[in-house]
């Protein structure tokens, strides 16, 4: 056992959080400003305090709202800074000076960890592509004829990405009721959700020049869980022939804690074999898919658990598709992966899916049956990977409860201003 | 002739800049850093000098490198700013005070006016829609079958946004060869312009809050010229089902000046009639019709004059559609309008349409071709609208040149890193 391998800090079993993790957020103290920490067991590690004692450089990245400052400095920044907090925590020597900069995490307000500037989300599960092809399509081909070439993925909303816990109100919108002519106006019948994974980026790249997949690590910090949240009658009437829009943009939340990608390091793995081969841009010499369990729970009940090392175009590919153009990247420019399903009917990451559109309702443990998400629903969806040393390290969780859309007689401003 | 009608700064003949306009932008002094100033002539008023003379209040909105915190301070602060720069331009007793801040424009480097926090980009041309939709659905309904229930739009990348005279590299991506079975990877065969116009939001709106079409003049600061360039063969392979991504993101340009929403009040003209009507939430009282009077050069000879008062879909219901779902909106939020066209053969707003894509070049004054734009192409796209007291103003430009692409056989990096 290396001396990272434990923690003088008390880890409880099963915690996403032991000291090979480290994942970073965004924390506030009851009436203090917000500043950057670092998950370790229950509790939070103030990375501004410890800068403050002078234990950690980094002028002014974790005394700050968000991680953008500390995302920008670089692979250089993020691992002097990792191998200092995973000292720190390890050696009990430390202990002393440390532990005063310990906060339980139920004691804080975990907050949304970087400001996002663009948001891109992708459809790159081959079982999510095939099985939504199949419900919208019946008799075509499954796959869209450009899905097995490149990463298809659009633009949403950057300014709708919430952290976990924000309520989710159930969208208005139009819709088009099953034989009408004309579309009605209300809110949403088919609310649902999508459990995804995405990356966001560190250090940006100029206009015009295009990122290769290869050079992934040195522009990714890491890891999220997203919740995109889809409402699929809005979605269907809206589609043609601009792709997704007021469908996906009212609310898309996220975990509160960012892995870095050296914590993924051993949940790499060969992700699946592509054929047709990609073209040159999009060919990635080194494994980067991720053995990630996700586990999607409704009520706390057990939806779904999809595997996302199945997923058919891996995070350095949608890197080097996304900047193939020239488009540049900026720090915390946010990359999902779209929803994660995996081909077992248990591993379907989306109500769309596991209903057939709502035709074919779930059981859930209890009893209870849901075609599409109903008012108080609460989803959460968590995900585990191996950590260094034989561990398992985790994601926490993306959570979020629907609230009850605004009354339908008011066409404009709930606020009536 | 009211005190207003004429400013002692000399305004020549012809200018887009009289003082009924007075339209922001952020411009540059050599080796000095970014300001704001508002366009009078041929030259920029300093703002930021003004403001430190005492001589305009907004303590920390024009020593700074974007309009953001000025547009995010409201219509009071907007109007009381307004007022005051009109009269200090206006009245010759304030001339030997106000002269030294003021800058020949030429003299200076504009910059991008705001940061761009979401973009949308909507498509409310009928006749645009009917073209491309006649170009690429033959056969089939010209307009898709939701087009005249919503203003349909999609979200670009906000990153990709720049300053007009900003080089724009040919883009390389996907392109599906005719006939071919598979694609290949290359520059576009089929570059693009869009000739559009852009709103951008001052004060933002909480998530699950939806703002009518109404409330427009409260969120909305003011209008700017945007070209949507646009790789044809880029998109036509990539966009089902998910919509525009890398054959749009590689570059957005904007004018560098915006007009304040007050500077259009005498250009506001009554919106198409629209059948079938609305649904109520789109519906509005005033009209939002705009006299923009558009023009397109190429290498500096006329291709087009698009007139933007034809336009189906107003600004304040794009506005209302996109918020309807309760997105939040947030300073900078750009919206930009589709590519204007008119009914006419002349008043066309892209090469798409002008050459029915690509299969009848057009030609121009000189007697060159032109099917799609060539490397070293300049597009520049300008617009002027009615004024107070007869006046005629306008937006200046926005202006691109085109640049080769990246060699094909680097496929990553144009670095090499």
Redesign the interface.
Known sequence: MTTAATSWVEVPEGSHFPVQNLPYGVFARPRQAPRVGVAIGAHVLDLAGLAQAGLLPGPGWFAAPTLNAFMAAGPAAWRTARDRITELLADARHRRQVEPHLERQAAVELLLPFEV??YVDF?SSRDHASTVGQIFRPGSPPL???WL??P?????????V?VSG?PV?R????LLPAGAA????GPTRRLDFEAEVGFVIGVGSP?????????FT?HAFGFVLVNDWS?RD?QS???????????K???TSLSPWVLPVAALEAARVAPPRQD?PP???LRCEQPWGLDLALQIMLNDQILARPAFRGMYWTSPQQL???T???????TG?LFASGTVSGPGPDERGCLLEMTWDGTRPVMLPDGTTRAYLEDGDVVRITATAPGPDGTTIGFGSVEGRV?PA?PVDN?????G?
Not at 207 to 215: D, I, P, T
Not at 237 to 247: A, I, K
Not at 324 to 330: K, Q, S, W, Y
């Open positions: 500037a663009d459809y869209p004829r450009n070439h490149l298809a993925g659009y633009h949403g909303r950057a300014g709708s919430v924000t109100t969208p208005r919108g139009q004309a579309p009605v106006f206009l015009g020049a295009a990122v290769a997949a290869g050079e040195q409402a809005i009437w809206e589609t043609q022939p601009l792709g997704p829009f007021l469908g943009s009212f609310a047709p073209l040159p841009y080097a598709h996304a193939v153009n020239g488009a540049p990247l900026r420019d609230a605004q066409p404009g401003h709930p606020q201003a």
